[in-house]
């Protein structure tokens, strides 16, 4: 696949678009999002046959070889749909981590499985707070003949109950280091989360003396790049959402009647939806540059990064906040789809660091 | 449209190049604030942009332009903007030759057109009146046809450069008798002449850029006339498009003259001055006015590159909004910035100054050229389809509307 064409993009955007329309319509999200895996296996398998598993892995290891913008397009449609799925830890995260720790025997073995949709992989980057900086890893890696036994908790590791290996990032003698685990080895126990948001999967994982093998060497850059990526990818999913709840929402306050007038011709509605136009366009803008300057490798791509990530964040929780508003009562019920995109807004809004965070590191990459 | 000999973009970018190299030798800066007159040396510069056809390359042939599409043309006016020279695209901004250009007389075209884009002739909007402001089809300037021109009466008022102005573009009542929006003209007023009297109003940033005009029996030739008679609304409507869209993209700076920093963004450059680029709830705020201004700019760029390929973008309609947002959250920093320095005025505090001029200023964007409430309305109604507001007086003689203040 490697870089598309505007044209292409937006086809392969289309695409994964109409796929999602007849298969994670609002009823599959609210069966998906309370089974046990918590996403639909055959729907993945179909992913899986459009490339979008293997979106950003190398065409040698069976993947489409593509980039950022191929991924944000394809999360703009996800997002939009609320999809179900493991494709931002493993497709993404996961993938893009082990593309940039360059280890060869580990991507030959775990790669062309993860792009067939056969294998999910996660990456297990945060200690105990869930915080995704350098000094909140808390798991330790110590030396045991020629592997390694982890000890300690990485917790909110997305998708954890799905996955079939673990990217684990743990400190080691020479400073942090990526190890490979089973989740199903010895000294490793696994918890699954009570998540607000029913259509994520996060995992708590508890290591005492699991076995491990070292991938690659210093780790902390890949999984900046890894993280970098993924708020890309988060990036165009809250675009997308944003934009379709702008839309249900938008179709709503022309059709309900109220004092004898459809509700949008109300100024205090109308208004704000023009206000979250203007919100949802600059997150799709925004998401869009982002993908556009990480792919080119650009100076300002670590800006143009934050930036997307505390834009679109804001965008998609405000609009889904005042979506809500704007349906009234029927918004408040279990039944009404507002509150699917509410909660993953406002998770989304705290994966991978929260606004304020992300603000400071765009100041921070201006220079200030 | 007359179709100019098609040219690829490496051809169209040597020749603006080259030119730009022989001609361009900058201007004098004229001395602070924003000009709403061009000096002698503007003038000269524009005549000769003119000339070489860079003004209004999306124009037809026989009116000064090239038939080039809107890529083309932005070829050209990124080489100006990034030689630092004015005067071209004016075919995007210049409202004035713009609407004279689609709705105008032949004659007043020949008349009108070239000096408009040489800047020649000085102009002002008599649009608003005191009783008729977000409802501009609430006017009640009248215009009454006598032999081969028309005589005015009236009031406008807001009429920003009315004083330097040679003409308005007028809007006036020319039939009663038929609901508000039909009974409406549109015409090209001379302003020096008896009848028109412009008393200047003194603005809250002390300035007085805005005026009082009053009309008593002024003249007007039947052909400086826009589109037909009670046809005005139309008229207005695009002329108010192509302010609109104006009023997205620009804005003044401050007027202290102080210099700002060219190589980092203007607010972290005055937050390290004041040594207090270190506090963290500045540092959120500093981040997020910035980012105001890069959305924008982004969203500019993209609805760009929609319409280069052929799709419009509701993108389009957001930049006036978005930057009275802008010029109200960048005001509201500086200031933070600033603290109690904030409080002082005058040459010795050029910070505060320019802190407090901007504040005042940005409700130029937000209120002038139709406020941020209207702006709403229009984003709501013509982009996301809502139901329009009823309205009370839309389907009744202008004569039994009820008015006042
Ligand atoms: C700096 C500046 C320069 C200007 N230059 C010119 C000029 O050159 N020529 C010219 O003709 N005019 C000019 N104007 C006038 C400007 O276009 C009007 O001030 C503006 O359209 C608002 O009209 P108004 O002042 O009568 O306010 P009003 O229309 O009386 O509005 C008062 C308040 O009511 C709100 N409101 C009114 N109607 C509605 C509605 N339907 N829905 C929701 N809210 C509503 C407005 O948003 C505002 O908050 C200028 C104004 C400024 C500030």
């Known amino acids: ?368 | 449209m007359t179709q100019a000999a098609p040219v690829t973009d490496e051809a169209l970018r040597e020749e603006v190049r080259a030119w730009l190299a022989d001609n361009w030798k900058g201007l004098p800066r004229s001395g602070g604030g924003a000009g709403w007159t061009a000096s002698p040396e503007q003038k000269a510069w524009l005549a000769k942009v003119v000339e070489a056809r860079w003004a209004v390359p999306r124009w037809p042939a026989a009116w000064l332009g090239r038939g080039l599409s809107d890529a083309q043309a932005r070829i050209i006016e990124r080489e100006f903007a990034a030689a630092g020279a004015p005067g071209a695209g004016q075919d995007r901004t210049n409202l004035w030759a713009n609407t004279l250009l689609a709705c105008g007389t032949e004659a007043l075209k020949q008349k009108l057109v070239l000096p408009l884009l040489r800047q020649e002739v000085g102009m002002c909007l008599l649009y608003s009146e005191p009783g008729a402001g977000s409802d501009l089809a609430g006017i009640r300037t009248r215009a009454e046809r006598v032999g081969d021109h028309f005589v005015v009466n009236g009031q406008k008022v807001w009429t920003s450069g009315a004083a330097t102005a040679d003409y308005g573009m007028l809007i006036a009542r020319t039939d009663w008798d038929v609901p508000k929006h039909k009974g409406i003209s549109f015409f090209f007023l001379p302003m020096k002449q008896p009848g028109v009297e412009v008393r200047p109003l003194r603005q809250i940033t002390d300035e007085s850029h805005f005026n009082e005009v009053f009309i008593t029996d002024a003249i007007v030739p039947a052909e400086n006339l826009l589109r037909d008679l009670g046809d005005g609304w139309s008229v207005l409507q695009t002329a108010l498009a192509y302010e609109r869209s104006v009023m997205g993209e620009s804005a003044r700076g401050g007027r202290s003259g102080a210099a700002e920093s060219k190589t980092e963004e203007p607010l972290i450059a005055l937050a390290r001055e004041a040594g207090a680029l270190g506090d963290p709830l500045l540092r959120q705020d500093l981040a997020q006015a910035i980012a105001y201004k890069r959305l924008n700019a982004l969203n500019t760029a993209r609805a760009k590159a929609d319409l280069a390929q052929g799709s419009s973008s509701p993108v389009m309609s957001l930049g006036k909004l978005a930057m009275s947002r802008i010029l109200h959250e960048e005001a509201r920093v500086r200031t933070a910035i600033l603290g109690a320095a904030s409080l002082l005025e005058g040459p010795d505090h050029p910070r505060s100054e320019d802190a407090n001029f901007l504040a005042l200023n940005a409700y130029f964007t937000s209120i002038g050229g139709g406020t941020d409430q209207i702006q709403r309305n229009i984003i709501g109604e013509r982009v996301l389809g809502l139901p329009r507001e009823p309205e009370v007086d839309r389907d009744i003689p202008f004569r039994e509307v009820r008015s006042g203040r």
């Open chain 1, 1 to 368: 696949m490697a870089s598309l064409s505007a044209e292409e993009r937006s086809a392969l955007r289309d695409a994964v678009s109409r796929l999602l329309a007849d298969k994670s319509t609002e009823a599959d999200v609210r069966r998906t999002m309370e089974t046990e895996t918590g996403y639909d296996s055959g729907l993945w398998g179909q992913l899986a046959e459009m490339g979008v598993t293997g979106l950003v892995i190398e065409e040698a290891y069976g993947g489409a070889g593509a980039g950022p913008m191929e991924v944000e397009a394809v999360m703009e449609a996800a997002g939009a749909a609320l999809l179900c799925s493991p494709l931002l830890a493993s497709s993404v995260l996961a993938a893009e981590l082990l593309r940039a720790l360059g280890d060869e025997d580990a991507k030959a073995r775990l790669l062309p499985d993860m792009a067939a949709g056969k294998t999910i992989v996660t990456a297990a980057l945060t200690g105990d707070a869930g915080t995704w900086v350098e000094d909140g890893v808390s798991v330790t890696a110590d030396a045991v003949d020629e592997a390694f036994a982890l000890n300690g908790v990485a917790s909110y590791v997305l998708n954890g109950q799905n996955a079939d290996v673990l990217l684990v990032l743990a400190r080691a003698d020479d400073g942090l280091a990526v190890f490979e685990v089973d989740p199903k080895a010895d000294g490793v126990s696994l918890a699954g989360l009570p998540t607000f948001d029913h259509t994520l999967r996060l995992a708590r994982i508890t290591f005492s003396g699991a076995p491990a093998r070292r991938i690659g060497g210093a780790a902390w850059r890949a999984v900046q790049a890894a993280i970098d990526l993924a708020l890309v990818a988060l990036a165009g999913e809250q675009a997308g959402a944003a934009q379709r709840c702008l839309d249900f929402t938008v179709d709503y306050a022309k059709n309900r009647y109220q004092f004898g007038r459809a509700i949008g011709s109300f100024q205090a509605i109308k208004h704000m939806a023009a206000d979250l136009l203007l919100e949802t366009e600059s997150a799709i803008s925004a998401a869009r540059h982002a993908a556009a300057r990480l792919a080119e490798g650009a100076a300002d791509a670590e800006a143009a990064v934050s930036l997307a990530a505390f834009a679109c964040a804001d965008a998609f929780t405000r609009t889904t906040a005042d979506a809500v508003q704007m349906h009234g009562g029927i918004a408040f019920t279990w039944a009404h789809p507002a509150h699917l995109y509410l909660r993953r807004a406002r998770a989304d809004a705290q994966l991978f660091g929260a606004s304020p965070a992300h603000r400071e590191r765009f100041l921070k990459a201006l220079g200030a």
